[in-house]
């Protein structure tokens, strides 16, 4: 009787003045006559009355009705993740009525008292990833050198901050560390009040020998893995996020995986629209959706546990990315019964670790590739989470959480795991011909297989998958499909080019008595380079092979030196222009052209191919030879046709033939020759494309000869 009266009087009455306005007790009967649950929830009041449309601080500012009230907060799922139900009671001073204002956050409670509590002290097991068979598998089986992460947990403030986010976000870290190998700097942690001394966490609340209710509290242990070395890096703000993405941006490139966990309270604006808390504010889907995407590592998985989180898939999801929620955008995400965990965390972890705290053996391993891969880890959580599968029942209701999972592509998170991911990569040559050309997956999983793709210009060889030979030109693609029990994956496109490809670099102006080099492109089959001055009827096969170089040579002779062989004087003013293409010949497949490059030549000067400069020889760019038929089948006739043949003839000249095969190789000499034609017999040649010199009056002539069965 003696601690009721001292209760009693430690209220304190609307006005002494009015004797008709309720007291304290009074109201609070109003709402145990309200709500019969009252006694299962958690219940705050305030030892003074509000004042008419008093501002009432907390995550969401709100104001008190426009009358004095005694004013009460009701937290309906006492220690849960925000945002979840909960109500602000007031009760009018002078006409006892009871208004009820719903919500989903609470307000500050450091000026408020407790009236009825539920009991907290959270005292399951903890995970401990630092046992001799964790750090012998991180050691012998995980390499992570290519593997970020980034622990969120805002908690809110310090009376929200409940200590399983802690024990979260350490199990998270302990087991990226001791299990899966990563490298200490490559793990950014970002929580509550960063490296503060400030009480920050919620431990544990109690009634003591007087009936009264009590937090306990401490500031956050910096170190998260129990090795003495400080873990957390920021507080948990927009502006710590940000900087941390920028970071990572300049960072990681697409060899490398990102990790992204986040734990505590979550809200939802509207529809798809939600947010995270953060310490002191929060932080909306899209703007933590620009924050990563500044980012562009190859691949990003994402596990969230707070409430709401599933509002972030559609936001965060893209190309190279897995996430995983542990609800819907419209459900509230829950502990474990125990309190020490968050529920769904709480089975990922454990999934990714092969146990769970009481040392209890996880096989998420589904198809005993010997690694659990993100989507299984999703499947094992999902399948074990207790408030997905039977729900939590409270007050009468039985609630439910749904964890999401999304990939980018149906079987994406079949081939990701937190570490030592593969970079799986199409390899191939960029150019495929009439022969074959190999394909082959780098770094392919166990148990996986191959399915193959290719563009309509290539065809795959039915006996060796992943094989292709060209049936066609152009541009084109091959595509590699991996295959498990749990999924699929298809591998981007390897854009190749299929037949011979003709095109190449070299100067458009040569200098007098210079040289200039021109190298084609990567082929297949064969080169022929062809020369025209400008005002000529058609060009001059000069060369096959690669590269060309060719030389200006003055037109009164052979030596090419900066003065005027005749005069002794520098060259006249002027220049002369011609025209260089090629042609890639691959037999069996096709012929390309390239266009025509411009060249412009100082002076009045031949361009002449160097591998054919001789002593005594001069190219004519205006003298040619003409073979019939071409293509032959066993017997052609070459005639030489130049503007000289009718004085040559008259003087009785002697000339030469040669005939040489694609790779330089002498097929056939002739000497002496007179007359301006000879027979060419080509019966039991091997088909293909011949080289025809002609050197006649110390002039080269070039040409091609086809030879066919």
Same mark, same amino acid.
Request: with cysteine; net charge negative.
């Given at each position: ?25 009074? !109201? ?40 004095? !009230?005694?004013?009460? =907060? ?54 401990? =990833? ?26 809110? /403030? ?107 309270? +979550? ?25 990563? /995407? ?25 190309? +190279? ?98 570490? /030592? ?42 006996? $060796? ?54 190298? !084609? ?136 033939? *040669? ?16 007359? $301006? ?9 091997? *088909? ?22």
């Amino acid at each position: 009787m003696k601690y009721f009266f001292l209760f009693f009087l430690s209220f304190v009455v609307c006005s002494s003045i009015h004797a008709q306005e309720i007291s304290i007790e009074e !109201a609070y009967k109003k709402l145990v006559a309200k709500d019969n649950n009252i006694t299962q929830k958690n219940v705050y009041y305030s030892p003074k009355t509000l004042n008419p449309k008093e501002q009432i601080t907390g995550f969401k500012p709100i104001k008190s009705p426009d009358y004095k !009230a005694w004013y009460f =907060f009701v937290d309906e799922y006492p220690y849960q993740n925000w945002e979840h139900a909960c109500y602000y009671a007031f009760v009018n001073c002078k006409t006892g009525e009871l208004e009820i204002v719903k919500a989903k956050f609470p307000p500050k409670l450091e000026n408020m008292k407790v009236k009825v509590i539920q009991p907290m002290s959270p005292k399951g097991k903890l995970f401990d =990833f630092k046992k001799e068979e964790f750090k012998l598998k991180s050691t012998t089986t995980y390499d992570a050198s290519n593997d970020y992460a980034v622990i969120i947990s805002g908690g809110g /403030d310090n009376e929200n901050n409940w200590v399983r986010y802690w024990n979260d976000c350490s199990a998270m870290y302990s087991a990226l560390v001791n299990v899966y190998n990563y490298s200490p700097s490559h793990i950014y942690v970002i929580m509550s009040d960063g490296t503060s001394s400030g009480n920050d966490r919620v431990l544990s609340a109690y009634q003591d020998l007087y009936g009264y209710w009590h937090y306990t509290r401490d500031s956050s242990p910096l170190d998260l893995d129990g090795n003495g070395t400080n873990d957390i890096n920021y507080s948990a703000t927009k502006s710590n996020i940000s900087t941390v993405f920028n970071t990572l941006s300049g960072i990681l490139n697409s060899d490398d995986h990102l990790f992204v966990f986040t734990t505590d309270h +979550g809200g939802q604006e509207s529809g798809d629209d939600v947010y995270m808390y953060l310490w002191g504010e929060t932080i909306r889907d899209d703007q933590f959706a620009d924050e990563l /995407d500044k980012v562009h590592a190859g691949k990003i998985t994402v596990t969230m546990g707070q409430c709401n989180s599933g509002g972030f898939v559609n936001d965060l999801s893209g190309d +190279g990315r897995i996430i995983s929620t542990a609800c819907t955008v419209n459900e509230f995400s829950w502990s474990l019964a125990n309190g020490t965990y968050d529920e769904y965390l709480y089975h990922w972890i454990s999934a990714i670790a092969g146990e769970t705290p009481e040392s209890t053996d996880v096989d998420a391993d589904d198809n005993n590739d010997g690694w659990v891969s993100m989507r299984e880890a999703f499947e094992y959580a999902n399948a074990n989470d207790n408030a997905h599968i039977n729900g939590i029942y409270w007050q009468g209701v039985t609630y439910f959480e749904t964890p999401q999972y999304n990939s980018s592509s149906a079987g994406l998170g079949c081939f990701v795991r937190l570490s /030592d991911n593969w970079n799986w990569s199409l390899t191939g040559p960029s150019l495929i011909c009439s022969s074959s050309a190999t394909f082959t997956v780098n770094n392919l999983p166990t148990g996986t297989t191959v399915s193959w793709d290719e563009s309509a210009n290539l065809t795959e060889d039915p006996q $060796n998958p992943g094989t292709f030979t060209a049936n066609g030109l152009g541009a084109g693609w091959v595509e590699a499909t991996l295959t498990t029990g749990c999924g699929e994956i298809t591998l981007p496109r390897k854009t190749i080019w299929a037949g011979p490809k003709a095109s190449f670099t070299g100067p458009t102006f040569i200098a007098y008595g210079g040289t200039g080099t021109y190298i !084609a492109e990567q082929s297949c089959g064969y080169y022929e380079w062809y020369l025209q001055k400008e005002g000529a009827s058609g060009g001059i096969l000069v060369q096959t092979g690669n590269p060309l170089t060719l030389r200006s040579v003055p037109r009164y002779g052979k030596v090419a030196n900066i003065e005027d062989p005749v005069t002794r004087k520098p060259p006249p003013v002027g220049s002369t222009v011609y025209y260089l293409w090629i042609n890639a010949i691959a037999p069996g497949v096709g012929a390309a052209s390239s266009t025509h490059l411009k060249i412009t030549a100082n002076g009045d000067v031949d361009l002449v191919p160097e591998d054919i400069m001789m002593a005594g020889m001069e190219v004519s760019q205006k003298s040619g030879i003409e073979i019939f038929p071409n293509p032959a089948t066993g017997e052609a006739t070459l005639t030489i046709q130049t503007p000289e043949v009718s004085e040559m003839v008259e003087a009785n000249t002697e000339w030469e033939l *040669e005939i040489y095969t694609q790779s330089q190789l002498l097929k056939e000499k002739k000497t002496n020759l007179k007359g $301006n034609s000879t027979k060419l017999q080509t019966a039991g040649w091997k *088909e293909g494309i011949y080289i025809v010199r002609v050197n006649f009056n110390n002039k080269i002539l070039t040409g091609k000869l086809v030879v066919k069965k």
